[in-house]
């Protein structure tokens, strides 16, 4: 299903083919965490900026619209009119950053839902009847996701349970394959890689979970309280143990030098809500850096955001009437400002990948890895 | 400029030609008070949903981003990416409507701006001056808008005064035609009948008007207080003495059905806030009467919001979709609810001039006006 067409150094140029289409790697998942992407998006718009994965949220549409509700509707694919591959996360992190009032145990954990309150249990079988009813075409094993930094021995303990956890992912997905009902029979399982911002555990936990032979790995709990320079020297010493010909997805990163830094490191997936959220505060990336559209200095630019880009926003609309759009709290602002920013960011992957092919990703990365993070 | 195709019975079939294009009348022209749709349209989205005719609000933009800006970036059309018509309004309901403290004399009228409460001076030749920056296809006229019912006295002395108006803004728009600096020299202006409920001002007030050969003319200051009858009353007793030759336009109106009544009585243009306020809120207009989004029966409704219906909403969205994305705030939900209701607007302008064309509009309003109102 994964196959490496070329590597330059540790990057890695690959193709990843699944049920809902081939996927070109390295790959930026876009984010539509209620079945939506934020900012009036349609899949449509999501197909001109260039998505080529759709990312939603298990622990969000198990309680809106309700996952049973979406399974009686066909599937995720159908109900947001998108053909190309999704990825559901599993819960995990969600339950462990927006529920109140958790309880783990081995079994699970049992949470309060954030929109009303009621009390809810959730363990890895329950995470994989929920992403089996999503009909995603990549489910996320349950895990538990810990903030940095944690004790050494409750982290151990916690991987070694993730461990099991993902066990019982594998099991109860195979078991709902056969499952009459289930409408994604081929959906694939990542397990995900935890151990906090210890070597050893990172290193004894991704061993372990290789073993179970998935078709793809992610590496978790990161981009949750420690430095950038963390991040990049867990995956240093976590990497070397991942499978090698199995993609292997960054969770929840990040900016642009991240995303550049961890495909350097061998990352081929990643995803997060930076480029969709910053756009509706009005923060917009570009080739030459960050801007703010509220500036005043833009009132009477008549340029587009990015001369350098091709995206249907920067073809059409100059700053001042995006700005305008901001100022006049026009909801048209936050959509064309998300367009541009999740069309740069998957441009982005596009140039990674090309630099990956063309043997010159370090070039590519000593010139655009300041350059990105540069505000204008 | 304006050509009569054909007419059934009073309803007329007719092309109107402008610098910006030619327009099919009788038109819905649709809503963007701030240079933009509310609900994140974007102009590529007004042309999928069949808009023929933009309109803007003069009294917005000159406060937000300030006309001189729109002026400065090229003008409307420039500005918001929209090479098809677009009318701008006079400000004229708008500071009657929404600013505060308003003062009014022979000069026009002082008013608090309803975003920072800045005192603001405005007549005729203002009104002129700000819509030539603007540079619409059409400017209206710069009016009293008054409240039904008023005291015969005010509403004759009013109309008197907006009479005088009417033949300084038709000046003041020949002058600014010959100014260097003007984007659009061939700005139409169209005068607006007022007269509140009084059929002999009214009449009075559309005979004078009509003596200045504008390029069209409208009716005011309806659908403000008075009932659906005593608009059309309205309609029956002024139409007569507006030239046969010019489009006729009521302002501000409203629902289909208000629409085919009006089309009925020698009507050609429309605007209104409804479609998409409504659409904003889930309410939706089908060829079978108005549906409420929000409502629990669409759960699991896989059909799409109007089965009849041709719109890109409707071709791949289901009512259950759109149903989740209203009860998740997610801004999607607005939008596509937005061009379903634009669409069905602009689509109903389309089937009445069908029907005009093929002299059976009698029928298609009796079979019409009743079921478009019903509500599911």
């Given at each position: 299903m994964f196959k490496i067409l070329h590597t330059n150094k540790k990057a890695r140029r690959g193709e990843f083919t699944t049920v809902h289409g081939t996927v070109q790697t390295p790959v930026f998942q876009n984010v539509g965490t209620l079945a939506a992407i934020k900012g009036a998006l349609s899949t449509e718009d999501l197909k001109t900026v260039g998505c080529q994965i759709e990312l939603s949220n298990t622990y969000h549409l198990h309680l809106r619209p309700g996952d049973d509700v979406v399974h009686d509707m066909g599937g995720l694919h159908k109900f947001i009119n998108w053909d190309r591959p999704i990825l559901t996360d599993s819960g995990g992190f969600q339950v462990f950053?927006?529920?109140?009032l958790r309880r783990i145990c081995e079994e699970g954990v049992t949470f309060n839902s954030h929109i009303d309150g009621r009390r809810i249990f959730m363990g890895p079988e329950e995470s994989m009847r929920i992403q089996s009813n999503l009909a995603s075409t990549i489910a996320m094993a349950f895990d538990e996701c810990i903030e940095n930094p944690s004790p050494y021995d409750y982290v151990k303990a916690s991987c070694e349970r993730t461990y099991r956890w993902l066990c019982r992912c594998k099991d109860e997905l195979m078991r709902l394959s056969k499952?009459?009902?289930?409408?994604?029979?081929q959906q694939l399982l990542f397990g995900i890689n935890q151990g906090g911002t210890y070597d050893d555990i990172r290193v004894w936990h991704m061993k372990k979970i290789s073993e179970l032979d998935l078709p793809g790995y992610a590496i978790g709990g990161?981009?949750?309280?420690?430095?950038a320079e963390q991040m990049y020297h867990i995956l240093d010493v976590t990497l070397p143990y991942a499978p090698e010909d199995r993609p292997r997805y960054l969770m929840g990163v990040g900016t642009p030098e991240n995303i550049i830094e961890a495909v350097w490191r061998g990352v081929d997936f990643f995803d997060c809500v930076m480029p969709s959220r910053n756009a509706r505060h009005g923060f917009i990336f570009t080739w030459k850096g960050t801007m703010n559209?509220?500036?005043?200095?833009?009132?009477?630019?008549?340029?587009?955001?990015?001369?350098?880009c091709g995206c249907p926003v920067c073809r059409n609309y100059s700053r001042a009437y995006i700005r305008h759009l901001f100022k006049a709290k026009e909801m048209l602002g936050m959509r064309l400002a998300v367009m541009h920013n999740l069309y740069f960011y998957n441009e982005l992957m596009a140039k990674i990948r090309e630099a990956i092919e063309e043997d010159r990703f370090e070039e590519f990365k000593n010139k655009y890895t300041n350059v990105l993070s540069r505000r204008n």
């Open positions: 950053s927006l529920a109140g499952e009459p009902g289930t409408i994604n029979p990161l981009a949750v309280g420690e430095t559209m509220m500036n005043q200095k833009y009132e009477r630019d008549p340029l587009p955001i990015d001369p350098d």
